[in-house]
């Protein structure tokens, strides 16, 4: 079993840069590729970023491609998501993902979640 708990999120105008954070516990999730999705109100969890165990290989939505940067610190047991350029729609809780097997947009393929952070970017 492993817990994630994200952090960072808060309110920020548009244009402006928040880094979130995903710290894991209970196992270590150096060997699980990762994923960041995000929910708005009324709206379908969506994918934003995933990244490989490793860390060589990341992906990105259309919507954040370079915007987002999804990295990891294994050792840390940790994942981020820096977030530039950020604009209104960007606006939703973000969540962090344990892969069940490699990378995928489909929040289906995820075993373990967190708890979610509030993003809210004003115009």
């Known amino acids: 079993q492993v817990q994630l708990v994200e952090s960072g999120g808060r309110l920020v105008q548009a244009g402006g840069s928040l880094r979130l954070s995903c710290a894991a516990s209970g196992r270590t999730i150096g060997s699980a590729a990762m994923g960041w999705f995000r929910q708005a109100p009324g709206k379908e969890r969506e994918y934003v970023a995933a990244?490989?165990?490793?860390?060589?290989?990341?992906y990105y939505a259309n919507s954040v491609k370079g915007r987002f940067t999804i990295s990891r610190d294994n050792a840390e047991n940790t994942v981020y998501l820096q977030m530039n350029s950020l604009k209104p729609e960007d606006t939703a809780v973000y969540y962090c993902?344990?892969?069940?097997?490699?990378?995928?947009?489909?929040?289906?393929?995820?075993?373990?979640w967190g708890q979610g952070t509030q993003v809210t970017v004003s115009s």
């Open positions: 990244i490989t165990w490793s860390g060589a290989m990341t």
């Open positions: 993902a344990v892969a069940r097997r490699g990378v995928s947009t489909w929040h289906g393929d995820y075993d373990y």
